[in-house]
Protein backbone atom coordinates (compact mmCIF):
# COMPACT_ATOMS: atom_id res chain seq x y z
CA UNK A 1 0.00 0.00 0.00
CA UNK A 2 1.43 3.58 -0.99
CA UNK A 3 1.10 6.36 1.57
CA UNK A 4 -0.10 9.39 0.28
CA UNK A 5 1.45 12.73 1.45
CA UNK A 6 -0.42 13.22 4.79
CA UNK A 7 -0.69 9.20 5.36
CA UNK A 8 -2.54 5.84 5.65
CA UNK A 9 -5.47 5.92 7.78
CA UNK A 10 -8.09 2.89 9.21
CA UNK A 11 -10.81 3.87 10.74
CA UNK A 12 -12.74 0.66 12.74
CA UNK A 13 -16.49 2.23 13.73
CA UNK A 14 -19.70 0.43 13.59
CA UNK A 15 -21.38 3.70 12.68
CA UNK A 16 -21.14 2.96 8.93
CA UNK A 17 -22.15 6.22 7.90
CA UNK A 18 -20.09 7.81 10.43
CA UNK A 19 -16.94 6.26 9.41
CA UNK A 20 -17.92 6.34 5.64
CA UNK A 21 -18.40 10.51 6.17
CA UNK A 22 -15.11 10.08 8.08
CA UNK A 23 -13.67 8.87 5.27
CA UNK A 24 -14.40 10.79 2.78
CA UNK A 25 -13.54 14.19 4.53
CA UNK A 26 -9.95 12.77 5.49
CA UNK A 27 -9.60 11.84 1.84
CA UNK A 28 -9.83 15.99 1.20
CA UNK A 29 -7.28 16.69 3.22
CA UNK A 30 -4.99 14.16 1.92
CA UNK A 31 -5.21 11.28 4.27
CA UNK A 32 -5.96 7.09 2.49
CA UNK A 33 -8.30 6.01 4.43
CA UNK A 34 -9.46 1.95 4.64
CA UNK A 35 -13.26 1.22 6.75
CA UNK A 36 -13.49 -1.12 9.21
CA UNK A 37 -16.83 -2.27 11.26
CA UNK A 38 -15.39 -4.38 14.08
CA UNK A 39 -11.97 -4.62 15.78
CA UNK A 40 -11.32 -8.31 14.72
CA UNK A 41 -11.98 -7.24 10.53
CA UNK A 42 -9.76 -4.30 12.02
CA UNK A 43 -7.12 -6.14 13.08
CA UNK A 44 -7.07 -8.70 10.08
CA UNK A 45 -6.35 -5.10 7.95
CA UNK A 46 -3.59 -3.84 10.47
CA UNK A 47 -1.58 -7.56 10.25
CA UNK A 48 -1.96 -7.51 6.28
CA UNK A 49 -1.23 -3.46 5.71
CA UNK A 50 0.63 -1.21 7.03
CA UNK A 51 -1.03 1.72 8.15
CA UNK A 52 0.08 5.21 9.79
CA UNK A 53 -2.45 5.59 11.89
CA UNK A 54 -6.07 4.51 13.51
CA UNK A 55 -8.96 5.90 14.48
CA UNK A 56 -10.33 3.53 16.86
CA UNK A 57 -14.58 3.29 18.47
CA UNK A 58 -14.14 2.67 22.21
CA UNK A 59 -17.38 0.98 21.88
CA UNK A 60 -17.41 -1.70 19.26
CA UNK A 61 -19.27 -4.95 18.97
CA UNK A 62 -17.19 -7.73 19.91
CA UNK A 63 -13.45 -7.20 20.99
CA UNK A 64 -13.65 -3.53 22.31
CA UNK A 65 -11.31 -0.39 21.20
CA UNK A 66 -9.62 -0.70 24.64
CA UNK A 67 -9.05 -5.06 24.00
CA UNK A 68 -7.69 -4.16 20.63
CA UNK A 69 -5.57 -0.98 21.30
CA UNK A 70 -4.45 -3.63 24.41
CA UNK A 71 -3.89 -6.04 21.82
CA UNK A 72 -2.12 -3.79 19.16
CA UNK A 73 0.34 -2.91 21.87
CA UNK A 74 1.37 -6.12 22.86
CA UNK A 75 1.90 -7.02 19.34
CA UNK A 76 4.43 -4.71 19.10
CA UNK A 77 2.21 -2.48 16.28
CA UNK A 78 3.21 1.03 17.45
CA UNK A 79 0.76 3.03 14.52
CA UNK A 80 -0.27 6.35 16.41
CA UNK A 81 -3.81 5.16 17.52
CA UNK A 82 -7.22 8.36 17.86
CA UNK A 83 -9.46 6.60 20.50
CA UNK A 84 -13.27 8.38 19.91
CA UNK A 85 -16.30 7.92 21.76
CA UNK A 86 -20.24 8.85 22.65
CA UNK A 87 -19.35 7.77 26.17
CA UNK A 88 -17.69 11.33 27.62
CA UNK A 89 -16.43 9.13 30.76
CA UNK A 90 -13.11 10.28 31.90
CA UNK A 91 -11.97 7.16 33.20
CA UNK A 92 -12.16 5.81 29.57
CA UNK A 93 -9.92 8.80 28.25
CA UNK A 94 -7.23 7.83 31.12
CA UNK A 95 -7.40 4.19 30.43
CA UNK A 96 -7.25 4.69 26.60
CA UNK A 97 -3.77 7.31 27.06
CA UNK A 98 -2.32 5.03 29.38
CA UNK A 99 -3.06 1.85 27.42
CA UNK A 100 -1.00 3.67 24.46
CA UNK A 101 -3.47 6.30 22.42
CA UNK A 102 -2.17 9.05 20.82
CA UNK A 103 -5.36 11.39 21.76
CA UNK A 104 -8.96 11.26 21.93
CA UNK A 105 -12.05 12.57 21.35
CA UNK A 106 -15.65 12.30 22.03
CA UNK A 107 -18.54 12.30 19.77
CA UNK A 108 -19.61 14.68 18.08
CA UNK A 109 -16.72 16.23 16.57
CA UNK A 110 -15.23 18.52 14.06
CA UNK A 111 -14.09 16.58 11.60
CA UNK A 112 -11.64 19.03 11.27
CA UNK A 113 -10.39 18.61 14.71
CA UNK A 114 -9.65 14.73 13.89
CA UNK A 115 -7.66 15.77 11.07
CA UNK A 116 -5.32 18.11 12.83
CA UNK A 117 -4.99 15.50 15.26
CA UNK A 118 -4.12 13.13 13.13
CA UNK A 119 -1.53 15.11 11.47
CA UNK A 120 0.00 15.79 14.58
CA UNK A 121 0.18 12.09 15.80
CA UNK A 122 1.52 11.19 12.45
CA UNK A 123 4.18 13.56 12.45
CA UNK A 124 5.37 13.04 16.17
CA UNK A 125 5.00 9.35 15.12
CA UNK A 126 7.27 9.86 12.06
CA UNK A 127 9.72 11.97 13.87
CA UNK A 128 9.84 9.53 16.75
CA UNK A 129 11.18 6.92 14.14
CA UNK A 130 13.54 9.67 12.64
CA UNK A 131 15.01 9.58 15.73
CA UNK A 132 15.90 5.80 16.35
CA UNK A 133 17.09 5.45 13.19
CA UNK A 134 19.47 8.17 13.11
CA UNK A 135 18.49 10.37 10.25
CA UNK A 136 21.09 12.37 8.36
CA UNK A 137 20.17 16.12 7.80
CA UNK A 138 19.74 16.45 3.76
CA UNK A 139 22.99 19.52 3.77
CA UNK A 140 24.93 16.33 5.29
CA UNK A 141 24.44 15.09 1.38
CA UNK A 142 27.76 15.75 -1.05
CA UNK A 143 26.12 16.60 -4.43
CA UNK A 144 26.45 13.79 -6.95
CA UNK A 145 28.43 15.52 -9.21
CA UNK A 146 28.88 17.05 -12.73
CA UNK A 147 31.37 14.41 -14.36
CA UNK A 148 29.52 13.50 -17.77
CA UNK A 149 30.09 9.84 -16.24
CA UNK A 150 27.46 11.06 -13.75
CA UNK A 151 25.31 12.38 -15.93
CA UNK A 152 23.09 9.56 -17.05
CA UNK A 153 22.94 7.77 -13.55
CA UNK A 154 21.71 11.62 -12.36
CA UNK A 155 19.23 11.81 -14.86
CA UNK A 156 17.67 7.56 -13.97
CA UNK A 157 18.04 8.45 -10.08
CA UNK A 158 15.39 11.55 -10.86
CA UNK A 159 13.35 9.45 -12.77
CA UNK A 160 13.02 6.26 -10.67
CA UNK A 161 13.20 8.11 -7.08
CA UNK A 162 9.40 9.30 -7.39
CA UNK A 163 8.39 5.15 -8.08
CA UNK A 164 8.09 2.66 -5.53
CA UNK A 165 10.87 0.15 -7.61
CA UNK A 166 13.71 -1.59 -5.52
CA UNK A 167 17.07 0.02 -6.89
CA UNK A 168 20.22 -1.82 -6.93
CA UNK A 169 23.59 -0.28 -6.90
CA UNK A 170 26.59 -1.59 -7.79
CA UNK A 171 30.04 -0.15 -7.90
CA UNK A 172 33.65 -0.09 -6.73
CA UNK A 173 34.38 0.81 -2.81
CA UNK A 174 33.72 4.29 -1.97
CA UNK A 175 32.23 5.47 -5.24
CA UNK A 176 29.33 7.22 -3.36
CA UNK A 177 26.49 4.37 -3.20
CA UNK A 178 25.07 5.32 -0.47
CA UNK A 179 25.42 8.80 -1.15
CA UNK A 180 23.09 8.17 -4.11
CA UNK A 181 20.79 5.99 -2.21
CA UNK A 182 20.09 9.31 0.28
CA UNK A 183 19.21 10.85 -3.08
CA UNK A 184 16.86 9.03 -4.00
CA UNK A 185 15.07 8.99 -0.88
CA UNK A 186 15.61 12.54 -0.83
CA UNK A 187 13.66 12.64 -4.06
CA UNK A 188 10.81 10.31 -3.34
CA UNK A 189 7.17 10.71 -1.95
CA UNK A 190 9.11 9.14 1.32
CA UNK A 191 11.70 11.79 2.01
CA UNK A 192 9.96 12.94 5.02
CA UNK A 193 10.16 8.65 6.46
CA UNK A 194 13.61 7.54 7.79
CA UNK A 195 16.11 6.62 5.50
CA UNK A 196 17.99 3.71 7.79
CA UNK A 197 21.24 2.62 6.22
CA UNK A 198 22.67 -0.98 7.42
CA UNK A 199 26.11 -2.78 6.82
CA UNK A 200 25.21 -5.90 6.45
CA UNK A 201 28.82 -6.99 6.32
CA UNK A 202 29.41 -5.65 9.25
CA UNK A 203 26.78 -7.01 11.35
CA UNK A 204 28.02 -10.71 12.69
CA UNK A 205 25.57 -13.23 10.79
CA UNK A 206 24.24 -15.09 14.39
CA UNK A 207 22.62 -11.73 15.16
CA UNK A 208 21.46 -10.45 11.55
CA UNK A 209 18.12 -11.53 11.89
CA UNK A 210 17.27 -10.07 14.72
CA UNK A 211 18.94 -6.39 13.79
CA UNK A 212 16.73 -6.81 10.45
CA UNK A 213 13.14 -8.26 11.96
CA UNK A 214 13.07 -7.54 15.47
CA UNK A 215 13.21 -10.23 18.41
CA UNK A 216 10.78 -11.00 20.81
CA UNK A 217 11.08 -11.22 24.58
CA UNK A 218 12.64 -14.53 25.60
CA UNK A 219 13.26 -15.67 22.13
CA UNK A 220 17.29 -15.98 22.61
CA UNK A 221 19.43 -16.12 25.90
CA UNK A 222 19.56 -12.04 27.04
CA UNK A 223 16.63 -11.18 24.82
CA UNK A 224 14.69 -9.62 27.89
CA UNK A 225 12.69 -7.04 26.24
CA UNK A 226 11.26 -6.85 22.30
CA UNK A 227 13.17 -5.47 19.87
CA UNK A 228 12.22 -3.26 17.19
CA UNK A 229 14.32 -4.36 14.28
CA UNK A 230 15.49 -1.95 11.39
CA UNK A 231 12.69 -3.07 9.06
CA UNK A 232 10.07 -1.77 11.23
CA UNK A 233 12.36 1.52 11.70
CA UNK A 234 12.37 2.18 8.40
CA UNK A 235 8.46 1.81 8.19
CA UNK A 236 7.27 4.68 5.60
CA UNK A 237 11.18 5.17 4.50
CA UNK A 238 13.66 3.63 2.69
CA UNK A 239 16.09 0.84 3.89
CA UNK A 240 19.16 0.85 2.32
CA UNK A 241 21.09 -2.65 2.47
CA UNK A 242 24.87 -2.58 2.16
CA UNK A 243 27.46 -4.72 1.15
CA UNK A 244 24.31 -6.54 -0.04
CA UNK A 245 26.65 -9.87 -1.33
CA UNK A 246 27.85 -10.64 2.66
CA UNK A 247 24.31 -11.48 3.43
CA UNK A 248 24.32 -15.29 4.10
CA UNK A 249 22.40 -17.39 2.24
CA UNK A 250 19.69 -18.20 4.77
CA UNK A 251 18.92 -14.62 5.68
CA UNK A 252 18.52 -14.20 1.60
CA UNK A 253 15.73 -16.94 1.74
CA UNK A 254 14.07 -14.19 4.86
CA UNK A 255 15.17 -11.60 2.99
CA UNK A 256 13.19 -12.51 -0.42
CA UNK A 257 10.21 -13.66 1.73
CA UNK A 258 9.98 -9.84 3.27
CA UNK A 259 10.23 -8.42 -0.86
CA UNK A 260 7.39 -10.72 -1.80
CA UNK A 261 5.31 -10.47 1.18
CA UNK A 262 5.83 -7.30 2.56
CA UNK A 263 5.92 -8.52 5.76
CA UNK A 264 8.23 -9.84 8.66
CA UNK A 265 8.34 -12.25 11.65
CA UNK A 266 10.20 -11.39 14.41
CA UNK A 267 12.72 -13.73 15.82
CA UNK A 268 11.02 -16.12 18.25
CA UNK A 269 8.01 -14.76 17.29
CA UNK A 270 5.10 -16.41 15.45
CA UNK A 271 2.46 -13.59 13.71
CA UNK A 272 3.75 -11.95 10.75
CA UNK A 273 4.04 -7.83 11.39
CA UNK A 274 3.42 -5.58 7.66
CA UNK A 275 6.29 -3.42 6.91
CA UNK A 276 5.90 0.03 4.19
CA UNK A 277 9.71 0.10 3.20
CA UNK A 278 11.78 0.83 -0.07
CA UNK A 279 14.51 -1.15 -0.28
CA UNK A 280 18.00 0.04 -1.96
CA UNK A 281 20.69 -2.03 -2.48
CA UNK A 282 24.26 -1.64 -2.71
CA UNK A 283 27.20 -4.07 -2.88
CA UNK A 284 30.85 -3.76 -4.70
CA UNK A 285 31.25 -7.68 -5.59
CA UNK A 286 29.89 -8.97 -8.75
CA UNK A 287 26.29 -10.34 -8.31
CA UNK A 288 26.45 -12.79 -11.88
CA UNK A 289 29.48 -14.30 -10.72
CA UNK A 290 28.40 -14.79 -7.36
CA UNK A 291 25.11 -16.07 -8.66
CA UNK A 292 26.76 -18.19 -10.64
CA UNK A 293 28.81 -19.68 -7.88
CA UNK A 294 25.76 -20.32 -5.58
CA UNK A 295 26.90 -17.58 -3.25
CA UNK A 296 23.82 -15.49 -3.93
CA UNK A 297 20.51 -16.57 -4.77
CA UNK A 298 19.56 -16.06 -8.28
CA UNK A 299 15.99 -15.72 -7.15
CA UNK A 300 16.79 -12.56 -5.16
CA UNK A 301 19.00 -11.57 -7.68
CA UNK A 302 16.25 -10.85 -9.98
CA UNK A 303 13.77 -10.01 -7.49
CA UNK A 304 16.35 -6.65 -6.38
CA UNK A 305 18.04 -5.94 -10.03
CA UNK A 306 14.98 -3.69 -10.88
CA UNK A 307 16.18 -1.06 -11.16
CA UNK A 308 20.62 -1.06 -11.77
CA UNK A 309 22.90 1.58 -10.98
CA UNK A 310 26.48 1.27 -11.69
CA UNK A 311 28.71 4.07 -10.76
CA UNK A 312 32.03 5.02 -12.04
CA UNK A 313 35.32 4.70 -9.96
CA UNK A 314 36.07 8.28 -9.05
CA UNK A 315 39.40 8.04 -11.50
CA UNK A 316 36.70 7.95 -14.66
CA UNK A 317 35.16 11.34 -13.31
CA UNK A 318 38.35 13.64 -12.48
CA UNK A 319 36.51 16.40 -13.60
CA UNK A 320 34.27 16.01 -10.09
CA UNK A 321 37.75 15.49 -7.61
CA UNK A 322 38.29 19.17 -6.99
CA UNK A 323 34.50 19.98 -6.38
CA UNK A 324 34.01 17.00 -3.95
CA UNK A 325 37.70 17.88 -2.34
CA UNK A 326 36.07 21.63 -1.65
CA UNK A 327 33.11 20.13 -0.43
CA UNK A 328 35.22 17.62 2.28
CA UNK A 329 37.93 20.44 3.22
CA UNK A 330 34.06 22.69 3.96
CA UNK A 331 33.07 20.21 6.33
CA UNK A 332 36.26 18.76 8.15
CA UNK A 333 37.06 22.66 8.45
CA UNK A 334 33.83 23.01 10.12
CA UNK A 335 33.86 19.78 12.40
CA UNK A 336 37.20 20.55 13.47
CA UNK A 337 37.53 24.48 13.74
CA UNK A 338 40.53 24.48 11.73
CA UNK A 339 40.77 27.59 9.97
CA UNK A 340 41.98 26.06 6.55
CA UNK A 341 39.90 27.33 3.67
CA UNK A 342 41.91 26.59 0.13
CA UNK A 343 44.06 24.19 -1.84
CA UNK A 344 47.16 25.37 -2.97
CA UNK A 345 47.38 24.81 -7.05
CA UNK A 346 50.15 22.04 -6.80
CA UNK A 347 47.97 20.28 -4.07
CA UNK A 348 44.61 19.84 -6.43
CA UNK A 349 47.41 19.23 -9.02
CA UNK A 350 48.43 16.24 -7.35
CA UNK A 351 44.66 14.89 -6.10
CA UNK A 352 44.13 15.16 -10.10
CA UNK A 353 47.04 12.78 -11.01
CA UNK A 354 46.07 10.50 -8.33
CA UNK A 355 44.36 7.24 -9.24
CA UNK A 356 42.15 6.67 -6.10
CA UNK A 357 41.71 2.70 -5.78
CA UNK A 358 39.81 3.80 -2.84
CA UNK A 359 37.70 6.35 -5.03
CA UNK A 360 34.94 8.83 -3.28
CA UNK A 361 36.15 7.38 0.62
CA UNK A 362 39.71 7.55 -0.07
CA UNK A 363 39.69 11.23 -1.30
CA UNK A 364 37.19 11.70 2.16
CA UNK A 365 40.09 10.62 4.16
CA UNK A 366 42.86 12.24 2.66
CA UNK A 367 41.04 15.85 2.67
CA UNK A 368 40.76 14.85 6.74
CA UNK A 369 43.90 14.17 7.27
CA UNK A 370 45.03 17.07 5.68
CA UNK A 371 42.79 19.63 7.42
CA UNK A 372 44.06 18.17 10.50
CA UNK A 373 47.51 18.32 9.50
CA UNK A 374 47.69 21.83 7.34
CA UNK A 375 49.84 24.93 9.54
CA UNK A 376 48.42 27.75 7.70
CA UNK A 377 44.91 28.47 5.88
CA UNK A 378 45.91 26.27 2.72
CA UNK A 379 46.73 22.83 1.88
CA UNK A 380 49.65 22.18 0.16
CA UNK A 381 51.29 19.26 -1.80
CA UNK A 382 53.20 18.11 1.26
CA UNK A 383 49.71 18.25 3.61
CA UNK A 384 48.54 15.66 1.45
CA UNK A 385 49.05 11.92 2.44
CA UNK A 386 49.47 10.21 -1.06
CA UNK A 387 50.88 6.75 -1.50
CA UNK A 388 54.05 7.88 -4.03
CA UNK A 389 53.58 4.15 -5.26
CA UNK A 390 50.33 5.23 -7.11
CA UNK A 391 50.32 8.91 -6.81
CA UNK A 392 51.60 9.81 -10.19
CA UNK A 393 49.39 6.84 -11.56
CA UNK A 394 46.25 8.47 -13.76
CA UNK A 395 48.00 7.40 -16.59
CA UNK A 396 48.53 3.99 -15.71
CA UNK A 397 44.83 3.18 -13.93
CA UNK A 398 42.95 6.04 -15.58
CA UNK A 399 43.49 6.07 -19.05
CA UNK A 400 44.70 2.46 -19.64
CA UNK A 401 42.17 1.13 -17.52
CA UNK A 402 44.41 -1.99 -17.03
CA UNK A 403 42.84 -4.56 -14.60
CA UNK A 404 46.81 -5.77 -13.43
CA UNK A 405 47.22 -2.38 -12.79
CA UNK A 406 44.03 -1.84 -10.98
CA UNK A 407 44.33 -4.76 -8.97
CA UNK A 408 48.16 -3.84 -8.21
CA UNK A 409 46.61 -0.01 -7.18
CA UNK A 410 43.85 -1.90 -4.81
CA UNK A 411 46.61 -4.17 -3.42
CA UNK A 412 49.07 -1.26 -2.42
CA UNK A 413 46.17 0.77 -1.03
CA UNK A 414 45.22 -1.43 1.35
CA UNK A 415 48.64 -2.69 2.64
CA UNK A 416 49.19 0.96 2.80
CA UNK A 417 46.03 1.15 5.27
CA UNK A 418 47.11 -1.63 7.36
CA UNK A 419 50.55 -0.29 7.94
CA UNK A 420 48.94 3.00 8.78
CA UNK A 421 46.88 1.76 11.26
CA UNK A 422 49.22 -0.78 12.59
CA UNK A 423 47.41 -3.77 10.87
CA UNK A 424 44.55 -3.03 13.31
CA UNK A 425 41.48 -4.47 11.08
CA UNK A 426 38.82 -2.71 12.40
CA UNK A 427 40.50 0.99 11.78
CA UNK A 428 42.05 -0.12 8.59
CA UNK A 429 38.50 -1.70 7.63
CA UNK A 430 36.90 2.18 8.54
CA UNK A 431 39.93 3.72 6.83
CA UNK A 432 38.99 2.10 3.46
CA UNK A 433 35.57 2.08 4.39
CA UNK A 434 34.46 -1.53 3.64
CA UNK A 435 34.08 -3.73 5.97
CA UNK A 436 35.93 -5.91 8.23
CA UNK A 437 34.78 -9.30 6.61
CA UNK A 438 35.76 -7.91 3.19
CA UNK A 439 39.35 -6.68 4.30
CA UNK A 440 40.30 -9.87 5.93
CA UNK A 441 39.21 -11.48 2.00
CA UNK A 442 41.13 -8.97 0.44
CA UNK A 443 44.11 -9.74 2.93
CA UNK A 444 43.72 -13.46 2.22
CA UNK A 445 43.68 -12.70 -1.33
CA UNK A 446 46.37 -10.51 -1.77
CA UNK A 447 48.49 -13.05 0.95
CA UNK A 448 49.09 -9.51 2.65
CA UNK A 449 51.60 -10.04 5.90
CA UNK A 450 52.70 -7.37 8.39
CA UNK A 451 55.82 -5.65 7.83
CA UNK A 452 57.65 -7.99 9.86
CA UNK A 453 56.63 -11.29 8.49
CA UNK A 454 57.31 -9.61 4.85
CA UNK A 455 60.62 -11.58 2.38
CA UNK A 456 62.25 -8.09 0.07
CA UNK A 457 60.01 -5.97 -1.47
CA UNK A 458 56.04 -6.68 -1.35
Keep these: ?80 VIMISAHGDVRDAVEAMKTGAADYLVKPFDPAELSLRLSRAISVSRLFRLAEAGKASADARPSLGTDPAMR ?52 PDSLLESELFGHEKGSFTGADSRRTGLFELAGGGTLFLDELAEMPLNMQVKLLRVIQDRTITRLGGMRQVPVDVRIIAATNRNLEEAVASRTFREDLYFRLNVIRLRLPPLRDRRS ?91 RIAIESALDRNAWHREKTAVDLGISRRTLLNKIREFSLVPPGERKGNS
Excluded: W
Design 152 to 203: EIISVIRRVAPTQSTVLITGESGTGKEIVAREIHALSSRSEGPFVPVNLGAI
Design 1 to 80: MENSQSGTVLIIDDEDNLARSLATYLSLDGFDCTVSATAEDGLLKLSTAFYDAAVLDLRLPGMNGLELLAHLREEGLRIP
Design 320 to 410: DISRLAGYFLQKYSRETGRPVHTFAAEALARLDAYAFPGNIRELENIVERAVILCEGETITASDLSLDERIGSSRHDVGETGSASTLREAE
